[in-house]
C-alpha cells in the first residue's frame, strides 16, 4: 500500500503542474490523470473498502466525472450494475466499462432526465422487481444533479437499499478530487443526511402543484431534520395552497398566516431563510384571502359580494390556469365559466338587477326593454325571441340586457361591435354548455378551451377597465408561487 501511495503522490505532483492553457492541453492532463493516476487511485480504493459480503446490485448515477462510479463498482463487486445517465454524461459511459472491465451481462444503461426524479425514482424501482428484489443491494447517488440524488434517495431508501456515495478533498481549480483522498460513505438513516434532497423532491411536486403530497414530506422532514423551521413553514405553504386550491378559503388563510408568522421570525435570525424572498407576496396573498374569506363567511350579503368580486374573479381564473396547466380543460372551463358569470352578475348589479331576481323597473319600463332585447335576439343566429323578460337571468341573457341597455362593457370598437360580441359569446358559451361538466357529453379538447378562455379574458379585461381596476396586479398577486 505504502508503494501506491509513494508513486501516486509523485505522479499527482506532474498532473498538478501540468499546462491547462488551452483544449488541447487540457485533453492531455485528462489523458495522464487517466492513464497514470486513475489506476492507483483504483487499486488504493479496492484495498480499502472491499466488502466481504457479496453484492447483488448496484445502481449508480452518472454526473460529469466518471471516476466516482469506477471505485463503487471496484470495490463492491456487484452481480448486476444499473447505470443512470443524462444525454450530456452518456459519453463518460466508455470509461466506466474500461476501468471495470464489467461484462455486457452485468450492466445496463438507462437514459433518464436529470430534472425529472420521479422517472428516475420508477426506473430504480423497475429495475428491482427485474431483479427480483434482491436483499444486498447499494444505491450510488454520488454523481448527477441535485433532483437526481434526491429520486436515488427516495428509491433506494424505498428497496431497503444501502445508500453509499464517494467523496474526497476536492481541488476545485482541477475539478477533481486529490489523488487517493476518496472516501467511502455508508449512510444509514437518508433523512438526517439527505435533508435538502428530500427537500428538492417535495420542491418538485409543490412546483408541478401537487401540495398534497410536497406538504407530507416536509412534515416529515420537520420531523425529522432539526435545527430548522423552514420544512415547518413549507408544509405551511404547501397546506395553503392545497386549501385555497379547493377553495377552502378559511383553511388558505389560517395556514398562510401560520406561515407568514414563521417567515417575520426566522428572518430576523437568518435572512437567508428560505421563504424570505417572498415574503412581499405572502402578505399581499393574505389580504386577498381576507378578501374573499368575507365574502365567504356573508354569502348573502350581496354589496359586499359585488364591492370584491374583482378578487373572485382573479380566484377564479387563476385556478383555471392551475387546471390549465395540468391539461384539465373541463375543469378550467368550468372556473372560467363562473368567471364570467361574475363578470354579467357584477355589472348588472350596479343598476339594482339582481340575476336571481330581478327588478326591470329599474331599469326603465320592462315592455320597452323585452323589445329592445329582442331586436338583438332576432339578429343572432339560432337564438329566439322572448315573450317575456326571465324570471332569472343567466349568462347569455345577462350580457344581452347589458348590451340592450347600452352598457359600457358591450360597447364595440372600430373592429368589432357589440353583435358581433354577442355571437362570438353565445358560441363558445354554447360550446361549454354542451360539455360533460355542464349539460351535455362533448369534451372540451385544448382548441375549444383556448377559443372559449379568449372569450373570457375579452370580458374581464372589459370590466377591469371600466371600473379602472389594476387587473394585472390583482391577478399577479394571486399567482401561486413556484419555490427555487
Known amino acids: 500500500m505504502q508503494n501506491i501511495i509513494e508513486e501516486m503522490q509523485k505522479r499527482s505532483k506532474v498532473w498538478e503542474s501540468m499546462d491547462r492553457s488551452s483544449e488541447e492541453s487540457r485533453r492531455e492532463t485528462e489523458d495522464y490523470y487517466k492513464d497514470y493516476i ?20 448496484l445502481i449508480l448515477t452518472l454526473g460529469t466525472s466518471y471516476e466516482p462510479l469506477v471505485l463503487s463498482i471496484s470495490a463492491l463487486n456487484p452481480e448486476k450494475v444499473l447505470i443512470l445517465f443524462t444525454e450530456e454524461t452518456r459519453k463518460l459511459l466508455d470509461n466506466v466499462i474500461e476501468f471495470t472491465q464489467l461484462r455486457p451481462s452485468q450492466y445496463t444503461f438507462a437514459e433518464i432526465d436529470s430534472e425529472n426524479p420521479l422517472k428516475l425514482y420508477q426506473t430504480i424501482k423497475t429495475a428491482y422487481e427485474e ?28 428497496i431497503g437499499a444501502q445508500l453509499i456515495y464517494v467523496a474526497g478533498d476536492y481541488i476545485p481549480t482541477l475539478r477533481k478530487p486529490r489523488p487517493g483522498s476518496e472516501k467511502l460513505y455508508f ?3 437518508p433523512y438526517t443526511v439527505f435533508g435538502d434532497l428530500e427537500r428538492a423532491q417535495a420542491i418538485y411536486l409543490f412546483n408541478n402543484m401537487d401540495y398534497t403530497s410536497a406538504g407530507i414530506i416536509f412534515m416529515e422532514l420537520d420531523q425529522k431534520v432539526p435545527g430548522t423551521r423552514q420544512y415547518e413553514a413549507l408544509s405551511y405553504l404547501a397546506s395553503a395552497y392545497n386549501a385555497w386550491d379547493s377553495l377552502n378559503i378559511k383553511n388558505a388563510r389560517a395556514d398562510l398566516q401560520a406561515c407568514y408568522d ?60 392551475r387546471r390549465e396547466k395540468q391539461e384539465k380543460y373541463e375543469m378550467a372551463s368550468l372556473l372560467l365559466y363562473r368567471a364570467l358569470e361574475m363578470v354579467e352578475q357584477k355589472c348588472l348589479w350596479d343598476y339594482g338587477i339582481s340575476t336571481e331576481k330581478p327588478d326591470y323597473t329599474k331599469l326603465g319600463t320592462p315592455e320597452a326593454l323585452r323589445l329592445k ?111 427555487k
Open 38 to 57: 486513475m489506476p492507483l487511485v483504483k487499486e488504493k480504493f479496492v484495498r480499502l473498502y472491499s466488502q466481504p459480503d457479496s453484492c447483488d446490485g
Open 131 to 158: 431483479w427480483k428484489r434482491p436483499k444486498n443491494i447499494y444505491v450510488d447517488f454520488t454523481g448527477g444533479t441535485k433532483s437526481m440524488a434526491a429520486g436515488c434517495a427516495m428509491a433506494g431508501h424505498a
Open 187 to 189: 449512510i444509514d438513516n
Open 262 to 321: 414563521i417567515i417575520l421570525r426566522e428572518k430576523k435570525l437568518d435572512m437567508r431563510f428560505i421563504l424570505a424572498p417572498y415574503e412581499d407576496k405572502i402578505k399581499v396573498q393574505l389580504k386577498c384571502l381576507e378578501k374573499l374569506e368575507a365574502i365567504h363567511n356573508q354569502p348573502s350579503e350581496k354589496e359586499t359580494v359585488f364591492n370584491n368580486v374583482y378578487y373572485v374573479i382573479g380566484n377564479l381564473y387563476n385556478n383555471a390556469l
Open 373 to 483: 332585447i329582442n331586436e338583438i335576439r332576432k339578429k343572432i343566429r339560432g337564438y329566439g325571441l322572448i315573450a317575456e323578460l326571465p324570471h332569472t337571468i343567466g349568462l347569455m341573457a345577462g350580457f344581452v340586457t347589458l348590451a340592450a341597455i347600452d352598457d359600457d362593457i358591450m360597447k364595440g370598437d372600430k373592429s368589432v361591435d357589440k353583435l358581433k360580441l354577442l355571437e362570438n359569446l353565445k358560441k363558445n358559451v354554447d360550446v361549454r354548455n354542451n360539455s360533460i361538466f355542464a349539460h351535455g357529453f362533448e369534451f372540451i379538447d385544448k382548441k375549444r378551451y383556448a377559443e372559449f378562455k379568449n372569450v373570457v379574458e375579452e370580458f374581464i379585461n372589459r370590466l377591469f377597465d371600466k371600473y379602472k381596476v389594476d387587473k394585472d396586479g390583482l391577478f399577479s398577486a394571486m399567482e401561486f408561487i413556484e419555490l
